[in-house]
């Protein structure tokens, strides 16, 4: 298994919309997989960071399959990649029918926050030079997102809100 995030240099207004997530651009990303835990990946190593995707046998992340794949299909060949992807946001969009942010979801089920707000503050980190900072932001959602995967095959429910949860795909729960 390998868990995976990427930060962005741009912000989806500056390069013409949703639509073009391709052009947002890789800031840095980061990994963790048992064998080399955490691993920084910059741009000018996209192309080794997708190799090593496709080696992957198992992928996790939060919200990979909208945003991350996009991004990186800039740099090379990302098809396949979601046939084995546990893609987080996706799971609880399936159960729930909306999107709720990976610092939300920490927070409820781990009483832990991410390092910034939002992947917003992580492009300001970007354009500020600040990327010892970034790559530590994206590290830590690295972090939040395995410990999340694994709280949540571990016990079967993952809360998206103090009053609602979502079920571990398969598991049927009595009401």
């Excluded at 868990?3 to 997530?21: C, I, P, R, S």
């Excluded at 970007?126 to 395995?146: G, H």
Aim: charged letters at 25%; glycine letters at 6%; a negative charge.
């Amino acid at each position: 298994m390998i868990v995976f995030d990427l930060e962005t240099q741009n912000l989806a207004a500056e390069v013409g919309g949703w639509g073009n997530k391709e052009l947002l651009r890789l800031a840095v990303a980061c990994t963790w997989d048992e064998d080399n835990d955490y691993q920084l990946w910059y741009e000018p190593q996209a192309a080794d960071l997708l190799e090593e995707l496709h080696r992957a046998e198992f992928i996790v992340g939060y919200n990979v399959s909208q945003l991350d794949f996009q991004v990186m299909s800039f740099y090379g060949d990302t098809s396949g990649l979601e046939h084995k992807t546990f893609d987080i946001l996706d799971q609880i969009f399936i159960q729930a029918h909306k999107r709720v942010g990976l610092n939300v979801v920490a927070n409820v089920n781990l009483g832990e926050a991410k390092a910034q707000e939002s992947g917003a503050s992580a492009v300001t980190l970007w354009r500020d030079s600040r990327i010892e900072e970034l790559a530590m932001y994206c590290q830590r959602d690295v972090e939040l997102t395995r410990r999340l995967f694994e709280y949540w095959e571990a016990n079967g429910v993952l809360w998206i809100s103090e009053v609602e949860y979502v079920v571990w795909p398969g598991v049927e729960v009595e009401e």
